[in-house]
């Protein structure tokens, strides 16, 4: 029979198959773009379909499908595999693990309690474990991972300071009751804390204003030490605060290389065994999630993508599951982890909005610290308003118009908006990753003023003789233009009062953000004006010309009442900007270039 899993073009052949389909798909079945989709699953079409965006038209899609088909149902997926109550045999005494412990760890760092324990059988299914912390007269529950051979671990993120008392609970003897206490300490310079959602804006754990200049590198802890290098340097030089990452790797255009190692252990060729999985993969994974927190980068983990041909995209039930929670337990001990459900969740074809909720549940149930949680769409948003959801994580809606949705998104879920696709800067043969550098800076603008962040990301095409090598895939150096510009609207932002601008009424052609009576900026994007005259409200004010391109911020010569008359170089990326005196200015007494020498 034929489900979510069949491939399209299968379907297409079978004659009650194309029956079905030109019932439920008639603009798709009988369309000259059907060749164009005769390899992908019928789960990843769907999401194209807007007439199936109703969860009821799907529905009836499935059961007419499951009636028809020339060949037999598909393998049932994994059953759960329950710890093994008798892995350790009554003999066995209680709690009699090895045990090492940290010396005084600082706030925000991680807690790593190290077992020694057995390792026969297979551990990673085998053998349940957990830690009870007793700090701060509060008590968290950690659950604990097989680190391979013999080795367990049990991480926290030390978010309190004071003693941690602690004991362990495990379905095996030797590590179940092991008791310990750990000290926290004051945090270290410049460590900050966990990110949380902060109204419609983010703040660290301990207060400190964040803004997640985001990023994208799809693949780059995939990718060959020497080019994982590359890319780090490239970050350190880089404006970014935010990237987005896969856990698995990606299949898909420019992303054709095959990973040295992979979460569970095995190969394409030969396989791959679901119920164990990879430590070293996951070490190489945590050194680069440190790697990124020693430059202030939040890691913004992609869980599940549909971008597969390792089979990792269908799994089942059990396997997710048992995935989710292995890397939720080792990685919730790092203070910069964010998690991102999906990538394109509605292009995952083999789950649905029951099989995210359980996941979601499960992230929420293994980490304990609270981290942001997010799911990205490609076409449908998925309901932002669940509880689990810390803030919305957008892709682009419109070839042209997204970043312009950020308020009506904000009103929407009442949660931070971030866009961290709104298409890339660069040169590729698709429409998602062909646009200026110039648009990509009009794009952050016009969410930034309305109340939102929006995302980098670059894909040029090598040159001749030059490895396939696109930042939003591979990560590597930057090419473009707009990582400057970007940096120099952050610099503004932090000028703001509390460090963030809030949409404010506009004009019907000029977005106007900032701080209502204070701190009030307007946008012009791709209009051109030669002058503006600014209505001002009550007070006297600084008006400041910037040109986003360039780079400057110009006076406007005097102090303002009422209105100003602003007078502008007739070409695009303008702003103005307008500060209530007497609050001390953070702008120049005269134009000021803010750049690197090399972008001139």
């Given at each position: ?16 198959g ?16 059907a ?34 088909g ?8 994994a ?13 066995v ?69 004071g ?101 569970f ?66 990685l ?74 950020t308020?009506?998104w ?34 952050f ?16 095409l ?10 939003w ?23 703001a ?41 009550e ?40 500060i ?21």
């Open positions: 029979m034929f489900d979510r899993s069949s491939v399209f073009g299968d379907v297409l052949d079978s004659p009650a194309r029956r079905v389909l030109e019932r439920h798909l008639p603009g798709v079945a009988a369309s000259p773009m060749a164009q989709f005769r390899g992908i699953r019928l789960g990843q079409l769907v999401a194209l379909v807007p007439e199936l965006e109703d969860p009821a038209a799907r529905d009836r899609l499935w059961t007419a499908l499951a009636e028809v020339d060949g037999g149902s598909r393998p049932p997926y059953p759960q595999i329950a710890p093994d109550p008798g892995y350790e045999g009554s003999a005494p209680r709690g009699r693990a090895g045990l090492a412990l940290p010396g005084p760890v600082p706030r925000w760092d991680a807690i790593e309690i190290r077992l020694d324990g057995p390792s026969h059988g297979n551990p990673f299914v085998d053998v349940e474990l957990d830690a009870v912390f007793t700090r701060g007269g509060q008590q968290v529950r950690v659950g604990g991972f097989y680190d391979g051979d013999g080795v367990y671990l049990i991480r926290a993120l030390a978010d309190v300071e003693e941690w008392a602690f004991v362990t609970r495990s379905t095996a003897r030797s590590l179940d009751g092991v008791t310990g206490v750990i000290r926290v300490i004051a945090p270290r310079e410049g460590s900050h804390g966990p990110v949380r959602a902060d109204g419609f804006h983010f703040r660290h754990a301990d207060g400190t204003r964040h803004r997640p200049l985001g990023t994208t590198a799809y693949a780059w802890t995939h990718q060959p030490e020497a080019l994982q290098e590359q890319t780090l340097r490239t970050l350190a030089e880089a404006p970014f605060t935010k990237l987005r990452m896969c856990v698995f790797p990606k299949s898909y255009l420019y992303n054709a290389s095959e990973p040295d190692d992979f979460p252990p095995g190969s394409l060729a030969e396989g791959f065994d679901p119920t164990r999985f990879d430590p070293a993969h996951f070490r190489r994974l945590e050194r680069r999630i440190a790697q990124l927190a020693e430059l202030g980068i939040e890691a913004d983990l992609i869980l599940f993508h549909a971008y597969d041909r390792w089979g990792f995209a269908d799994l089942g039930p059990a396997v997710d599951d048992r995935y989710v929670r292995y890397v939720v337990r080792r919730a001990a790092f203070s910069n982890v964010w998690w991102s459900l999906a990538n394109e969740y509605d292009l995952v074809w083999s789950k649905d909005e029951a099989d995210w909720e359980r996941l979601a549940a499960i992230v929420g149930e293994e980490d304990p610290f609270g981290h942001l949680a997010s799911i990205h769409n490609c076409r449908p948003f998925y309901d932002h308003s669940r509880p689990w959801i810390t803030h919305v994580s957008a892709q682009r809606v419109d070839v042209y118009r997204t970043a312009e949705e308020d009506r904000r009103e929407r879920w009442g949660k931070p908006v971030v866009i961290d696709e709104c298409a890339y800067e660069g040169d590729i043969d698709q429409g998602w990753g062909s646009i200026t550098g110039e648009e990509m800076v009009r794009r603008w016009e969410g930034a003023v309305r109340g939102g962040y929006v995302g980098h990301g670059e894909t040029y090598p040159g001749p003789g030059e490895d396939e090598v696109l930042w895939s591979k990560g590597g150096v930057l090419h473009g233009s707009s990582p400057d510009r970007i940096a120099f609207l952050d610099r503004l932002l932090a000028e009062p509390d460090g963030v601008w809030e949409p404010l009424p506009s004009d019907w052609d000029v977005p106007w953000g900032g701080v209502a009576g204070s701190h009030l900026v307007g946008y012009f994007g791709f209009n051109r004006p030669r002058f503006r005259n600014l209505v001002l409200p007070g006297e004010w600084r008006v400041e010309v910037i040109d986003t391109w360039n780079m400057t911020v110009e006076p406007v010569p005097g102090i303002h009442r009422a209105s100003v008359r602003a007078d502008l170089p007739g070409r695009p990326y303008m702003a103005v900007r307008c209530l005196s007497p609050t001390p200015s953070p702008s120049f007494a005269e134009p000021t270039l803010i750049a690197r020498a090399h972008t001139l």
